[in-house]
């Protein structure tokens, strides 16, 4: 069977790292995110990942292509992130790629940062970041970081497959999830989850500047937000606002 | 000699296939209908916003996200029984190379989108409301008359 999805690496990446995910999801809370925390820290883009399942595109920086889903390193500190939306369909074998990668890495916990949808996010002031993890040494991670814990419901995309990839390798993974818009770009949302993982990594990282920038980042994020838009009603995304059967 | 015996369908299979075939040909629609234009126009010199559509059993909720706006300049128009425009001006001039494009030139001022409501709406009741960035739209549907069925 042809390889579907392929781990390109441009730079030499040590074992043993976090890796953060950034993939374009509810609010792109995770894309704005992870670009934030890449930028703050000076991370350099040590591998790219490429997959005929997705569209054919090539992301040019300074004149130069680039695959739009890359993977970044500064000091220990992975992150892959998506400049464009992930087809639906390319969502589980590249969610698959990633955990396997992360395996052969020896990448001690992945943080998956991303948003809750929540249907009154008009009216909050104050984003609460939620967490779910990958098994019982991740969620006493959560649990020390004070992040309350998503005890039941669904989670649907990228997130919920790497969760349960992660669980499949026995690798620890935690996904942080603040309360977001569904349909539009959340930098407030993002800059409560970048606290948030920052404050448990012990990573310096301002979110001041990002707060500043929200309305430019709103601006800016139209159109990844429209397109995340389609391929979240194509993997039924709303099902996390279900009820789970509960006997 | 290996011999496969081919399943007869089902008619639900058969249906099932049907309702998949058109909901993939819906997407598909609704996806050419999304991507085939930009979100900008230079000779309006306009964005269009992001946009949103819930409809329950009493109204039609439309969401608008409208960064950067100043608020006192956001306009809300029926221009006809089913199609609301929404219009605001921008607190500031943006410009393509603010976005890093260099291979376009213009700049926009303002946002403005038109929004095609599916189902009879009375817009000359809507309400509006604006938070957090977002303009919030309340458009109620229009009664019909019911009849009582009693509950045995």
Redo the contacts between chains.
């Keep these: 069977m042809p390889e579907l999805v392929r781990i390109v690496e441009r730079g030499s990446v040590p074992p043993g790292g976090v890796l953060l995910a950034g993939l374009p999801d509810v609010g792109l809370v995770g894309v704005i995110a992870t670009t934030h925390i890449i930028s703050s820290l000076g991370m350099e883009e040590v591998a790219y990942i490429d997959s005929n399942l997705l569209p054919p595109i090539a992301v040019l920086h300074d004149g130069l292509p680039h695959s739009p889903l890359r993977i970044f390193h500064k000091d220990g500190i992975l992150a892959v992130l998506s400049e464009t939306a992930i087809p639906a369909s390319a969502v589980q074998p590249i969610s698959q790629s990633i955990v396997d990668w992360c395996k052969g890495k020896e990448v001690k916990m992945v943080v998956s940062l991303g948003g809750l949808p929540t249907p009154n996010r008009?009216?909050i002031e104050e984003v609460k970041v939620f967490g779910a993890a990958s098994n019982d040494e991740a969620l006493k991670a959560l649990r020390e970081g004070s992040v309350e814990i998503l005890e039941r419901g669904f989670m649907v995309g990228p997130y919920a497959l790497i969760l349960r990839y992660c669980a499949e390798k026995g690798i620890n993974a935690i996904a942080l999830l603040a309360q977001s818009?569904f349909?539009?770009?959340d930098p407030e949302a993002a800059a409560a989850v970048v606290s948030k993982v920052t404050e448990m990594l012990n990573l310096e990282v301002d979110v001041t500047e990002l707060l500043k920038k929200?309305?430019?980042i709103?601006?800016?994020a139209?159109?990844v937000?429209?397109?995340t838009?389609?391929e979240l009603?194509?993997m039924s995304k709303s099902q996390e606002y279900d009820l789970p059967l509960y006997v | 000699m290996y011999w496969e015996r081919r399943r007869r369908r089902s008619i639900f299979e058969i249906i099932d296939e049907y309702l998949e075939e058109l909901e993939r040909a819906s997407?598909e629609f609704?996806?050419a209908l999304?991507?085939g234009r930009p979100?900008w126009d230079t000779s309006e010199r306009c964005?269009?916003?992001?946009t949103?559509m819930h409809i329950t059993p009493d109204e039609v909720v439309v969401?608008v996200?409208l960064?950067?706006v100043k608020p006192e300049t956001i306009k809300v128009r029926a221009l006809s029984d089913n199609v609301l425009e929404v219009s605001a001006e921008m607190k500031r001039t943006?410009y393509f190379r603010?976005?890093g494009v260099t291979h376009h030139s213009g700049e926009f001022c303002g946002f403005k989108s038109k929004t095609r409501i599916p189902v009879p709406v009375d817009m000359r009741n809507l309400t509006t409301k604006f938070?957090?960035?977002?303009l919030?739209i309340h458009i109620p549907r229009k009664a019909k008359a019911g009849v009582r069925i009693p509950v045995e």
Excluded: C, H, K
Aim: proline share 7%; charged share 35%.
């Design positions: 008009q009216n818009f349909e539009y770009p929200g309305e430019e709103r601006l800016r139209r159109d937000m429209r397109r838009q389609q009603a194509r | 997407r609704m996806g999304l991507s979100s964005l269009e916003p992001l949103n969401t996200d960064p950067m943006v603010e976005f938070v957090r960035g977002i919030e």
